[in-house]
């Protein structure tokens, strides 16, 4: 028997491959197959299943071009109801791989679909427990997606069914069986998940605060919604791919990576429903850029950010970047459903300065300079674009925080009329933040380089008391 845990850092995901005698699984892979084919090929084996945990909404699943490569058969829980062939497996149903057995189980809560799926090794042993996002290591899946999806459910109603599920199907489960989530810490399916990607059940039982043996289904309801945001635009719009289907990755990928001359690509940028997407790190953005053109560094939380600011997968989009970084970048934006990348701008940003183009630019300045000109010229703006949490967390005294999670409204309170300093963390999501606002008209907009960062090391400016963040969203 083989387990391997296949985890993806830009999306917090993991993904499984289980292996016996031949015969393999896939559990929540991921669009693109290769992967997954190839590791089976490693060892001689064939996918006889795709085992999906649930409908998901941060990623848009493999499950439909892995089974059609493979003739796998595709395998959801209790009460799901997919748009395509699959086995809808009973509560308790056990399905066989060579010499081992794996167990659904149905754990409602995060959507009602939700399942887990328990390995017994080859001699009857109960081994691990493959538990999507019904279990996170130190946290639970946030009980307030489905609701997005199915008018009648209620957060509420939600949580009170993971607490249950918790409690009858999980906690009775042995202490020594190895938790395999389906995402760690990143991921905006929970608030608030370890780093560690795996742990034991019994670690988990004394750790997790969902797991304690005193907490009451009320306060539990209580604690597992409080310090939510609402998700991500793109999530169900991703719960509606994994449901209904979605073009092959091939058709997707071969389209995504046409490339287009810097007199190509000016033509189709200025058509009215094309958005140019920068993918290169935020501080040589800023020096030169293709006017109205955003920043979406590659280097970062690429997919999740478009997929936050982009409102509709369907956005068709145009790519500019290193050229051996655009096919990264196509995968990675058909991960979330953003499947109509048109191509990309050949020989990258460089093509477009030689053929004479115009250009925009950014302002940066360092933390050092700004604390002197604020001393200077106290007639200026701060905004803080990090995450409210962050913010609450620790942040300079007397600026506002305007989220990036949230820019239509952020954007609300930048003063047009002076200068106003943008800044993060460290310097990708402001240069993000401004780029956008840039395209919007907003042309008074200066970058702190570095971010709070950098702020905080100068000790020129004066500091909230630190509060320890109950929640990464």
């Given at each position: 028997m083989k387990i391997e845990q296949i985890y993806t850092g830009c999306l917090a995901h993991g993904a499984y491959y289980i292996e016996s005698e031949g015969e393999a699984a896939i559990i929540d892979p991921l669009r693109e197959t290769k992967p997954y084919t190839d590791r089976a090929e490693r060892d001689g084996a064939k996918i006889k299943y795709v085992l999906e945990t649930h409908f998901h909404a941060d990623f848009v699943s493999g499950h439909l071009d892995l089974a059609k490569i493979?003739?796998?058969?595709?395998?959801?829980?209790?009460?799901?109801?997919?748009?395509?062939?699959?086995?809808?497996?009973?509560?308790?149903?056990?399905?066989?791989?060579?010499?081992?057995?794996?167990?659904?189980?149905?754990?409602?809560?995060?959507?009602?679909?939700?399942?887990?799926?328990?390995?017994?090794?080859?001699?009857?042993?109960?081994?691990?427990?493959?538990?999507?996002?019904?279990?996170?290591?130190?946290?639970?899946?946030?009980?307030?997606?489905?609701?997005?999806?199915?008018?009648?459910?209620?957060?509420e109603k939600l949580a009170g069914y993971l607490f249950d599920s918790l409690r009858e199907k999980i906690i009775p489960l042995n202490d020594d069986l190895v938790v395999y989530p389906g995402h760690g810490a990143g991921s905006a399916c929970g608030k608030n998940m370890s780093n560690e990607t795996t742990d034991t059940l019994g670690n988990q039982k004394k750790q997790n605060y969902a797991l304690q043996p005193n907490l009451t289904k009320a306060d539990f309801v209580k604690e597992v919604l409080t310090g939510l945001m609402p998700p991500p635009g793109y999530f169900p719009q991703n719960v509606l791919l994994n449901i209904n289907g979605y073009e092959n990755i091939e058709s997707v990928m071969q389209r995504g990576l046409q490339k287009f001359s810097p007199t190509a690509f000016e033509a189709l940028a200025n058509e009215t429903n094309v958005l140019v997407i920068d993918i290169r790190e935020a501080e040589e953005f800023g020096k030169a850029f293709i006017p109205n053109s955003i920043n979406v560094g590659i280097d970062g939380n690429f997919a999740t950010w478009v997929g936050t600011l982009v409102l509709d997968v369907k956005q068709e989009i145009l790519l500019v970047g290193s050229p051996d970084r655009i096919e990264e970048a196509v995968t990675r934006l058909a991960r979330v459903g953003f499947d109509n990348c048109l191509g990309y701008l050949d020989r990258g940003f460089e093509s477009w300065i030689q053929k004479g183009l115009e250009t925009d630019s950014i302002v940066s300045i360092g933390a050092r300079e700004l604390a002197d000109r604020i001393v200077a010229n106290s007639d200026c703006q701060l905004l803080d674009v990090r995450k409210k949490s962050e913010y609450e967390s620790e942040h300079i005294q007397g600026v506002e925080n305007a989220p990036l999670d949230f820019i239509n409204e952020s954007m609300l309170i930048v003063n047009k009329q002076k200068p106003v300093f943008?800044?993060?963390?460290?310097?990708y999501r402001s240069m993000l933040f401004i780029s956008i606002l840039r395209s919007r008209g907003y042309n008074n907009l200066v970058n702190v380089s570095g971010g709070f960062k950098a702020m905080k090391g100068t000790e020129k400016f004066h500091l909230t008391k630190f509060h320890k963040q109950k929640t990464m969203l």
């Open positions: 493979t003739g796998a058969k595709i395998v959801y829980g209790p009460t799901a109801k997919p748009q395509f062939e699959a086995h809808i497996a009973a509560d308790g149903e056990v399905l066989t791989l060579g010499k081992v057995k794996i167990k659904v189980i149905h754990t409602p809560g995060h959507t009602m679909e939700s399942s887990c799926f328990l390995l017994i090794d080859e001699n009857g042993k109960e081994h691990s427990l493959f538990s999507g996002d019904t279990l996170f290591i130190g946290d639970v899946g946030r009980p307030d997606l489905a609701q997005h999806v199915i008018a009648e459910l209620t957060q943008i800044y993060c963390a460290a310097g």
